[in-house]
């Protein structure tokens, strides 16, 4: 296959799927959505689909094509068409919904999470489609709640299951890791989310009365920290039973990138103020340890100026990622009987949303086909990932079809998605869409 012939096809598709980027499809805001919908739909037609589907029966639509290849195997594509809000724009260097190019990069909201590597996947099939046709099925689920969770996606596959049938299954993200190895990941970790808040009063007071008035402040801090130790080490019982234990194989996967493991780009990409990281195997815990992260607190005054009050109310936000074997709506339960054992009672927590951690196994036919691959055309710059630090609704697309999932696309590790100035090096997405093509071929030939 020509390199350079694939390379032009995907910086062509980025540019003529301008449009796509543009259309500001927050799921979190309900805003864009019916918009993005339309703009898959049409594209999918305009390349040649035999079939697209629109499945709406819920929230946000998820988009279904197909598109018919030389032999009967079938590849099935996972993405998402909904983003993040943009928030704060003032920290954006350029306009979050305008493709910018500078200095060998793309800027924009849902450049890497997801819209450019759902581009990517349209420029190998527009590759094919002009170049003799493509060589096996290809099939796109592209859903529009990824960015809340996924809440919906469950219902969607199982309605859709017949036409979801195939042989093996392309899942979003992926890209290349902070030494520019390019990643096949097997999986992803998993969630849940959910708030915990506490009542001391029916009104704030006097902050002269903290002497005999409890603080709800300081009641959920004391509280959440008592779940969480010194040593990292998250304090609920039976939170960590039933985790999956890993293969010999997976378990020499993850030695070997651990050495590789670029600690030092790592601290300087998120400034870390100390200067060093609070454990001794980060890639391992990275992959197979469970979190549970604060991720905001709010609480009597916040404004600017002094405001000396007890507060009332006080409500915090956390996630728990989670591994293979742990079951996201348990853990909520384990932790709010916890709270009541340590004397916290009054603590409630509220369940937000969920999804199960999934791998498939480092040794699986497919997974294999994807890392030989990936050394045949970059050498030894490969790592073969049992899983996402982050998680996805992977688990319920293996639930309904049984079949084997594996990631790459064309992130690299300064993509920052979620946060302002988001982007993709456009060699990355290239490249990417150049694997991408090879592997459509190799997939139709074995």
Known sequence: MNQENIYQYAEEELKKDADFFRIQSVSAQNKGIQEAVNYLTMKFKELGASEVKVYSEYRNPAVYAFFKGHTGKTLLFYNHYDV?????????????????????????????????????????????????????????????????????????????????TCDAFVWEGGGMDEDDNFQIIAGTKGITSFDVDVSTATSDAHSSLAAYLDNAAWRLVQGLASLYGSDRQINVAHFYDGITQLSDYTQKQIEILEQRFNTSTVIDTFGVNNGELPVKKPFYAVMNEPTMTINGLSAGYEGSGVKTVIPRYAKAKLDCRLVPGQDPEKIAYYIQEQLKHNGFGDLQVHFNLSEEAHRTPLENEFVQQNYKLAQELFGNQVALIPNQPGAGPMRAFYNHLQIPIVGFGIHYSGSTPHAPNENIRLSDFKQGTYYLVNLVQKFSEE
């Open 84 to 164: 993040q809000p943009e928030d704060p724009t003032d920290e954006w260097q350029t306009n979050p919904f305008e493709p910018t190019y500078k200095d060998n990069k793309v800027y924009a909201r849902g450049i890497c999470d997801d819209k450019g590597e759902l581009v990517s996947r349209l420029a190998a099939v527009r590759y094919y489609q002009e170049n003799g046709g493509l060589p096996c099925n290809i099939k796109f689920m592209v859903e529009g709640e990824e960015e809340i969770g996924s809440p919906n996606i469950d219902k969607y596959v199982q309605d859709a299951a017949v036409d979801l």
